[in-house]
């Protein structure tokens, strides 16, 4: 026997975004512009699904997921970013004084990208020293 689920009513579930948005809103979770895109969002579902019915919906969430996962198949590797000789410098200097608040304190005034490079750096470099054996004295 075949069974036919009931289409879900757009109606209803526009309500039902809308209270869950205005929740996450309430209870701070989301600023103002966040909930606003997310009504805006949520009405325009409304007018697709009364429009074209829940399967043309649901058709056009696979296609632009489809879309999206080709874009990022398709974006060129992130190049690593070039930080200059005398950052570098600076930033093992720092790690040989071994002051880590000294040093997070200086990276916090970098860039986001060139932070993340020098951390990478500093990470190599460390385990380098670590590798390095003490020379005794005899």
Not at 35 to 48: H, I, P, R, S, T
Not at 94 to 101: C, H, I, M, Q, S
Not at 102 to 122: F, G, N, Q, V, Y
Request: hydrophobic share 40%; charged share 30%.
């Amino acid at each position: 026997m075949f069974v036919v689920e009931p289409m879900p009513n757009p109606t209803l579930i526009f309500h039902a975004r809308i209270d869950a948005q205005g929740f996450l809103f309430a209870e701070g979770e989301m600023t103002r512009g966040e909930f606003l895109d997310a009504v805006g969002d949520a009405a325009v579902q409304l007018v697709v699904g009364l429009r074209y019915g829940s399967s043309f919906t649901q058709a056009c969430r696979e296609a632009d997921a489809q879309a999206t996962k080709q874009q990022q198949q398709q974006r060129p590797a992130i190049k690593e970013f070039r930080v200059a000789a005398s950052t570098i410098e600076a930033a093992e200097y720092l790690v040989r004084e071994g002051d880590a608040k000294r040093l997070r304190t200086w990276l916090d005034e970098h860039p986001l990208t060139e932070a993340r490079a020098i951390s990478k750096h500093i990470r190599k470099y460390r385990d380098k020293r670590r590798g390095q054996q003490c020379p005794t004295t005899k």
